[in-house]
């Protein structure tokens, strides 16, 4: 929460709404961003590691780059439960487009019949990778896998489960830049925060002709949270449904994300809430950064969308006029070679495992100095000498560069806590909560390197 106080005499000067409008959405943006990465720290740690020696053999995302050379559209498929009204527009525009479906819309979109050549994933949670391991994916065929195209912070049985093709995005954490530095530098995509955006950021770099938006509504469309038989909303509500209704469990979804009612561009009322309108300000963002590809959206039941074209009934049909089959396979197959060859994969593992085997000598190396001095100053008041052991320890511990960029990125929920929340921290809590994160990370190290020599 937060507020904003404005000047009396400026507030009626019409241009400064603009400013207000931006001040918020900052603000906005910053509250998400520290309470995703207090809560998703240590996950997206665990993870990238545990999926690191698939990542550091991938080429990435690059791959697809200007992949569609402005030829062919591009259809989205996000979440929204305005889908659920347009199934059959999707699968007829489907025959003549490139088709990215996000994780959370795989089962619907399968179950309808529906062809996907890319599914993106970006959640780190278990539940995501059950979008689309216990989807009609196990029915296909090998060679009709669609192509994911996901974080390296995913949650590992996803990519240890998926039988097709894995292509990865880069990460803004020192961590990963390090891991890139291994192999090569990597596309970094997925800067709008949500799986739907991920979607329009890898069909924006593929450089289609256009692009068609379907279930990205930015609002809870027909009242609800996802589409029909999205597994989210399934395995959610039972857990509650021994408590109360569906409706009333959507509804109090509603109000713990602040959502208030609006109108939108068709006279119909809906319900929106601050982090969707800090996504929408994301895609705006993005579409005005590059008006040469023309994007469409095909619901009246979104909001927001007005500044785009909206694709009615006539502009489907003469959108398809005279367009020819799209063959995915034909383009999917360029991409065939989306790892290293045989002598690099070793040389990179070789490098990467020397990596990771430094981080466990500067660990244990910093575990033996951060107990020495938790021995020294616990129940004892400081002295001169104990402040200049400290001084000292600190700027060893700043040396110990690789353990320090893994420490950057898992150690974020406890530092996050004592800077924003005012959380009570003292000299012997922190190097004890430091030590326990040490020995996290030793455990998974040594995990990881027994399993890769093994």
């Given amino acids: 929460e937060f507020e904003i ?30 309470n995703t990465a207090k809560k998703f720290s240590k996950e997206w740690t665990k993870n990238f590691l545990k999926n690191s020696f698939h990542y550091i053999i991938n080429r990435g995302v690059d791959s697809l780059i200007n992949l569609l050379e402005g030829k062919f559209p591009v259809l989205i498929i996000g979440a929204g439960s305005s889908i659920d009204d347009n199934l059959n527009t999707i699968k007829r525009l489907s025959n003549y487009s490139l088709v990215i479906c996000v994780d959370t819309a795989l089962i619907p979109i399968l179950k309808a019949n529906i062809r996907v050549d890319i599914v993106v994933s970006s959640d780190s949670q278990s539940i995501n990778a059950l ?3 216990q989807s009609d994916l196990v029915k296909k065929d090998l060679n009709n896998y669609p192509l994911l195209v996901c974080m390296p912070t995913v949650h590992p049985k996803l990519i240890d489960k998926y039988k097709g093709k894995v292509l990865f995005s880069s990460l803004p954490f020192d961590l990963v830049k390090i891991t890139d530095s291994l192999t090569i530098d990597r596309l970094e995509i997925g800067s709008g925060g949500t799986v739907s955006a991920l979607a329009f950021e890898v069909a924006m770099i593929m450089n289609p002709s256009s692009i068609i938006l379907f279930g990205t509504d930015f609002c809870y469309s027909n009242g609800k949270l996802h589409c029909n038989n999205a597994l ?3 395995l959610y509500y039972g ?10 469990f959507i509804t109090m979804a509603m109000l713990r994300a602040n959502s208030f009612l609006v109108i939108n561009d068709y006279g119909l009322k809906t319900r929106t809430d601050p982090k969707f309108l800090m996504f929408l300000e994301w895609f705006k963002s993005q579409i005005n950064k590059d008006d040469k ?9 979104t909001y927001g969308l007005s500044f785009l074209k909206y694709m009615g009934k006539a502009e489907i049909e003469n959108f398809i006029y005279n367009k020819k089959n799209f063959n995915s396979m034909n ?9 290293f060859d045989k002598k690099n994969k070793i040389k990179i593992k070789e490098s990467y495992l020397d990596f990771l085997n430094k981080i466990i000598i500067e660990g244990l190396s910093a575990k033996a100095m951060i107990e020495n001095i938790i021995k020294r100053i616990e129940n004892t ?10 001084n000292t320890l600190e700027r060893n511990l700043l040396g110990f560069s690789s353990l320090k960029t893994l420490l950057n990125m898992s150690f974020q929920e406890y530092l996050l806590s004592v800077q924003y929340e005012k959380k009570e921290i003292d000299t012997v809590s922190f190097y004890k909560n430091l030590l326990k994160k040490i020995d996290e990370i030793l455990i998974l190290l040594r995990n990881m390197i027994d399993k890769k020599s093994n």
Avoid: G
Wanted: overall charge positive; hydrophobic content about 40%.
């Fill in 331 to 339: 383009f999917l197959s360029k991409i065939e070679n989306i790892e």
């Fill in 239 to 248: 857990k509650t449904n021994y408590i109360y209704n569906y409706q009333t």
């Fill in 293 to 301: 590809i023309e994007v469409y959206y095909a619901s009246k039941k």
């Fill in 5 to 34: 106080y404005l000047n009396p005499v400026l507030k009626n000067i019409e241009s400064f709404k603009v400013v207000e409008d931006f001040c918020v959405q900052n603000l906005r943006r910053k509250i998400i961003n520290i």
């Fill in 381 to 390: 008041s400081f002295s001169d000498s104990v402040l200049m052991y400290l």
């Fill in 131 to 133: 979008y689309i391991t």
């Fill in 232 to 234: 989210f909303d399934s």
